[in-house]
């Protein structure tokens, strides 16, 4: 067995701490959609024409590549820092010193690519009404980075919050998008 092998008994208890924090992210990412939905079109007004959905799918995107470029600065100062490293990985396995960093950066790349799609599939579709939901799922994919950066180390079960924080919007924006679709057409 290698040293990153479970055995069967922790297989099923990572799988139960996946499974149960990944249903806390749930419930979080429940009730920050309720809440955008009834406190912020108090707060804010939001336009239903194209070019207010797009600006604010703009915006909502770079916040969101803000934390590939968080991911992408943790690795440059990892490799400027380490002997083994600032060679690149085209020379080698990264260190255990940036390997959870670059590991960071290709999870929040692929996130992000799905996350603003969606974002803004969501937003064309849907405009002003969609702006609520946008706002929130930003919030939670910053608070989703976050928390599976800091969780990584400690395995699936605890990176789990975040990696589910951080994807589960993009679900829902896809589910959401799928359906605008089909009423469009069934119209």
Not at 57 to 64: D, Q
Request: charged share 15%.
């Amino acid at each position: 067995m290698t040293p990153y092998q479970l055995t069967e008994d922790e297989l099923r208890q990572e799988q139960r701490k996946v499974h149960w924090r990944s249903g806390a992210a749930a419930v979080v990412c429940a009730v920050m959609y309720g809440l955008a939905y009834l406190f912020l079109p108090r707060l804010l007004h939001f336009p239903d024409d194209l070019d207010s959905a797009l600006t604010f799918g703009a915006g909502a995107s770079l916040f969101i590549v803000l934390w590939i470029m968080v991911g992408i600065g943790l690795v440059s100062r990892g490799r400027r820092l380490s002997a083994q490293d600032i060679r690149g990985s085209a020379y080698g396995q990264p260190s255990l010193r940036i390997a959870v960093y670059a590991a960071f950066l290709q999870n929040t790349l692929e996130q992000a690519t799905v996350t603003i799609i969606l974002l803004l599939a969501v937003l064309l579709l849907l405009r002003g009404q969609a702006m609520p939901f946008v706002a929130a799922s930003a919030v939670l994919f910053a608070v989703g980075r976050v928390a599976f950066l800091r969780g990584y180390p400690g395995g699936a079960g605890a990176r789990a919050f975040g990696m589910a924080l951080t994807a589960l919007p993009s679900v829902v924006a896809f589910v959401a998008a799928v359906a605008a679709v089909i009423a469009r057409i069934l119209r």
